[in-house]
Nanobody
Framework: QVQLQESGPGLVKPSQTLSLTCTVS??????????WTWIRQPPGKGPEWMGA???????FYSPSLKSRTSISRDTSKNQVALQLSSVTPEAPAVYSC?????????????????WGQGTPVTVSS
């Protein structure tokens, strides 16, 4: 069973770049028909799809975040990374990585999806 674990700083200053890593075990990020997805959920709000990287390395981004988001991977470490530049005070949220068998922008849990526990990030100077 695939397991995902997010890691990164829990605190970032406004205008800085947030960098998070998702370490995957139990499956390879190059496995066919897999999309490794970043999702964030601010307090009191619904989950927001940020973007994804496919097993082939193709990237997909939310139009509203595309100019500030970068998703990459390290196949030797079986990790997927997220960088979000110019973070704002509105950015505090729990950031999660998830895997889907197809590209999904709905940011919903389901029987065919695997999610990490998520990591909280606070934006403060």
């Amino acid at each position: 069973q695939v397991q995902l674990q997010e890691s990164g700083p829990g605190l970032v200053k406004p205008s800085q770049t947030l960098s998070l890593t998702c370490t995957v075990s139990g499956a390879s990020i190059t496995t066919s028909d897999s999309y490794w997805t970043w999702i964030r959920q601010p307090p009191g709000k619904g989950p927001e799809w940020m973007g994804a990287i496919s097993n082939r390395g193709s990237t997909f981004y939310s139009p509203s975040l595309k100019s500030r988001t970068s998703i990459s991977r390290d196949t030797s470490k079986n990790q997927v990374a997220l960088q979000l530049s110019s973070v704002t005070p509105e950015a505090p949220a729990v950031y999660s990585c998830a895997s889907y068998p197809r590209l999904s922008t709905r940011a919903q849990r389901g029987p065919d999806a695997s999610w990490g526990q998520g990591t909280p990030v606070t934006v403060s100077s």
